[in-house]
């Protein structure tokens, strides 16, 4: 197995991964591009690329399966076309962020005002916070995701009343 810094290096790029089948007269391996390892149990998920830049398949190799990590000659061409694939998959939603100040602003008023109506104690912390019934934390950019609650009851009943506004 390959160390730590190594299969950094090979995040993104194509190798192939030879397999233990259990059968030492069969072989077998795979190939795709690298898209994590665990650091604790070193189990593999690759990613099969079609031939326009799209994910196909993704494979997820336990340890005791990985006889061999072998990177492919000519892989790092297309390494970056395979991040920014990757980082797509798996970017956080930038709708809220782009959203004006003013729009964040009148959804945080829209819902603090509806959250009164319904006769729960808002009061809104120096850092633009909203804590809601003394328990549950309302925070910029202020959609139905910036909800923090440590007893999750509590969350889910907020949740499901602030889904009624729109």
């Not at 030879?18 to 391996?29: F, N, Q």
């Not at 604790?40 to 326009?52: E, N």
């Not at 804590?131 to 909800?147: L, M």
Request: charged share 25%; net charge negative.
């Amino acid at each position: 197995m390959l160390s730590e810094n190594e299969m950094w290096d090979l995040l993104g790029r194509k190798i192939q991964v030879d397999l233990d089948t259990g059968d030492s007269r069969r072989s077998d391996s795979t190939v795709g591009n690298l898209m994590t390892c665990d650091p604790v149990s070193q189990s593999l998920v690759i990613a099969k690329m079609g031939s326009d830049s799209t994910i196909q398949t993704i494979e997820w190799i336990p340890s005791s399966s990985v006889k061999a990590i072998k990177p492919l000659e000519g892989s790092g061409s297309d390494q970056n076309v395979v991040n920014s694939v990757l980082d797509k998959y798996f970017e956080q939603s930038k709708g809220s962020s782009e959203d004006s100040e003013e729009v964040i602003k009148a959804r945080a008023l829209k819902v603090v005002e509806y959250l009164r109506c319904h006769h729960l104690d808002v009061t809104e912390k120096p850092n633009g916070t909203y804590i809601i019934a003394g328990t549950v934390r309302f925070e910029r950019p202020y959609t139905n995701s910036n909800f923090y609650c440590d007893i999750p009851i509590v969350l889910k009943r907020i949740l499901k009343l602030v889904e009624e506004i729109n």
